[in-house]
């Protein structure tokens, strides 16, 4: 399948249930952070975003949760659907007012319907 | 459409040939980027332009030149084509100043090099 050799780490989920993605990210002076969701042949698409002033927003069947103490952020998914099968990618702004998005490594998620 | 636009969607090329993508965006947006994704998905920035004037260069090899026209194109020129340059290439843009750090991407460029 498309996941052999890529070395994601993947998560498969029962559609209907919470999806609980994780991030760990790099600089603890980032001051921006956002999920991205990308579909097979298609680039990024935005998600939802957090600044670092702030440790939970939510959107339309997603949340985010930011815990600066241990440089870790979580994309949570609710009732999630097939549609939602998906890389997920987490990125930080570690530039600061001179803007750079870095990426993290990536979460395949599997919808099982 | 309002959209981040590459072309070509699939190149496929020998060693040692020179090519070219191009992006295009009608956004409105003063930043665009070139982020390079490899066969394990990972996403690296290559390039940001604002305004037409380089402003991160990641230690990209100099066979990869970017010229910006304009603000709402940047394109992509490669030398000397290598095999480890297979990847599938993004553009991105954005607006700059606060609250406005979310990038648009294109639907990228997949690049084979035989």
């Known amino acids: 399948g498309e996941s052999v050799g890529l070395h994601l780490p993947t998560l498969s989920v029962q559609e209907g249930d919470n999806s609980i993605i994780n991030c760990a990210y790099s600089n603890s002076a980032s001051d921006y952070f956002i999920w991205y969701k990308q579909e097979s042949g298609k680039g990024p698409q935005f998600i939802i975003d957090?600044?670092?002033?702030?440790d939970k927003r939510q959107g339309q069947r997603v949340t985010v949760l930011l815990n600066k103490t241990v440089k870790h952020l979580s994309l949570q998914i609710a009732a999630t659907q097939p549609g939602d099968s998906a890389v997920y990618f987490c990125?930080?702004?570690?530039?600061?007012?001179?803007?750079?998005?870095?990426f993290g490594k990536g979460t395949l998620l599997t919808v099982n319907p | 459409d309002t959209a981040v636009s590459q072309t070509p969607k699939y190149l496929v090329t020998q060693m040692g040939n020179d090519k070219s993508i191009k992006c295009e965006q009608n956004?409105?947006?003063?930043?665009m980027y070139w982020y390079k994704q490899d066969s394990k998905k990972f996403l690296k920035i290559m390039f940001s332009y604002n305004n037409k004037e380089l402003i991160i260069n990641e230690t990209v090899p100099n066979r990869f030149s970017p010229k910006s026209p304009d603000k709402a194109h940047l394109n992509l020129h490669i030398n000397s084509l290598e095999l480890g340059d297979s990847a599938v290439y993004f553009c991105?843009?954005?607006?700059?100043?606060?609250?406005?750090?979310?990038?648009?991407f294109g639907s990228g460029t997949q690049l084979s090099v035989l």
């Open positions: 990125a930080e702004n570690s530039g600061g007012s001179n803007y750079k998005l870095t």
């Open positions: 957090i600044r670092s002033n702030m």
């Open positions: 956004l409105g947006h003063d930043t």
């Open positions: 991105a843009s954005r607006h700059t100043g606060p609250a406005n750090e979310k990038l648009f």
